[in-house]
Structure formats: C-alpha cells, structure tokens
C-alpha cells in the first residue's frame, strides 16, 4: 500500500483544514487507517485512527470534539478534518494503514509522507 497525505498548510487559530490521505497499491478498503502527528523534538503520535469499514474510530484525548477522521473506500482516501485549531495541534501530519484496528503505532504497516501543519496564534 501506498500513501500520499496532503492538505496540511498555514492557518490560524480558530480555522479548519482537512488533511486527506490517497492510497494505491493493495486493497485500501481492508486496513485500518490512522492519523499521527509529530511536533519538532517530540515523538509520533497517535491522532485518530478508523477501522476499515468505518464503523469504529478512536480519537485521543487533546483531539476529540474538534477532529472527525472519516473514509471513502470507494476513492481510497482517508481524511482528517480538523476544526478549532490550536497552536499545539502544530506538527508533521501522517497516515498510515494496518491490517488490524489498533492504536499502537508500531502495529501500522505502510506510512505516507508527512504533511505539515502549522498553527499561528
């Protein structure tokens, strides 16, 4: 499976921006997908993560109320909306896929590129 993420950008506190992730490859549609991010000195983290058919979602904590990830098996891509940014939500934006519905970061198999995201105050 390949990943490509995009959507990241500048914007300020307050605003929204979606963050999409384009698979290829294997079929998309059977792996769990999950969004991580990483913030300059910091380690990957999780940020949200949905199951192959959409019907389970795990948000963490600093995210939920503000972030919905969803998915269109039929275009194989994976989104992220985000809302109400924050200065911290700044970071390096991933996606990545797993053959089985986790929030363990080492259990995702296949990573796309970064996107970054910055958030002015």
């Known amino acids: 499976v390949q990943l490509q993420a995009s959507g990241g950008g500048l914007v300020q506190a307050g605003g929204s921006l979606r963050l999409s992730c384009s698979a290829s490859g294997r079929t998309f549609s059977s792996y769990t997908a999950g969004w991580f991010r990483q913030a300059p000195g910091k380690e990957r983290d999780l940020v949200a993560t949905i199951s192959w058919r959409g019907s389970n979602t795990y948000y963490v904590d600093a995210v939920k109320g503000r972030f919905t990830i969803s998915r269109d098996n039929a275009k194989n891509t994976v989104y992220l909306q985000m809302n109400s940014l924050k200065p911290e939500d700044t970071a390096v934006y991933y996606c990545?896929?797993?053959?089985?519905?986790?929030?363990?970061?080492?259990?995702?198999?296949?990573w796309g590129q970064g996107t970054q995201v910055t958030v002015s105050s």
């Open positions: 990545a896929a797993s053959e089985g519905f986790t929030i363990v970061p080492n259990e995702y198999d296949y």
